[in-house]
């Protein structure tokens, strides 16, 4: 494994409530078949389960997940991120995605 990336769309919001924010993940895999054991964590203090992805052959892997968002004035701006934690074969995290919501 040489790389693990996360994004997220989008990165700013403004608009009505509940929104959703897509993050899109990619691991990048070397060496042969194997399994990948990864979670996703949120600036909120969730821990999304650990889940695996079947790796037949190297190359870049994507996995993607939403977060949904119910903030309502008066709370004001919400800035969250996620990151995306690979748990095996190699243990390596992403970069946090960010993102800032503003309900109306």
Do not use: N
């Amino acid at each position: 494994m040489t790389s693990v990336e996360l994004t997220a769309e989008p990165r700013e919001y403004q608009g009505p409530c509940p929104a959703t924010v897509q993050f899109r993940g990619a691991i990048t895999v070397e060496g042969g078949p194997g399994t990948i054991t990864y979670l996703f964590l949120r600036s909120d203090g969730a821990r999304g389960p650990v889940e695996s992805m079947p790796v037949a052959v190297p190359g870049r892997k994507t996995i993607d997940t939403k977060w949904t968002l119910w903030r309502h004035p008066p709370d004001g701006p919400f800035e969250g991120w996620q990151r995306l934690v690979v748990l095996t074969p190699q243990g390596i995290e992403s970069k946090p995605a960010g993102f800032r919501l503003s309900c109306r």
